[in-house]
């Protein structure tokens, strides 16, 4: 089964944050590399996304909320936290991995 993905703003906002990151503290051609694999990493979620580990907060939630991890170099950086309705793929934000954990109040599930 393929499912549909669906970005949610606060998730397009925060790689336009994390790229701008990027650019300034590495480089622009990093930045660019880092946006293009966020989006590529996000759309593979398209097939067996359940297949990806429920993320560290999911017990605080009524939705059932899996994280991707993605980034450059051998190490991904960065995670993607999303929950599935249906035969939507919801991404709802993206976090360093070494952010804190999310919270209720930090995102909406009115999906």
């Not at 590529?40 to 991707?68: G, K, Q, V």
Request: with cysteine; net charge negative.
């Amino acid at each position: 089964m393929n499912y549909r993905v669906v970005i949610h703003e606060v998730a397009k906002e925060d790689i336009r944050r994390n790229a701008n990151w990027w650019a300034a503290n590495h480089s622009a051609s990093q930045a660019e590399s880092w946006f293009h694999n966020a989006f590529d990493s996000i759309e593979s979620l398209a097939f067996m996304p359940e297949s990806h580990p429920l993320a560290p907060e999911n017990d605080e939630f009524t939705a059932e909320l899996r994280e991707l991890h993605f980034g450059l170099g051998s190490r991904p950086g960065y995670r993607a936290v999303f929950c599935i309705s249906g035969d939507v793929v919801h991404v709802l934000t993206i976090r360093r991995a070494a952010q804190d954990r999310i919270s209720p109040t930090d995102i909406d599930l009115n999906l």
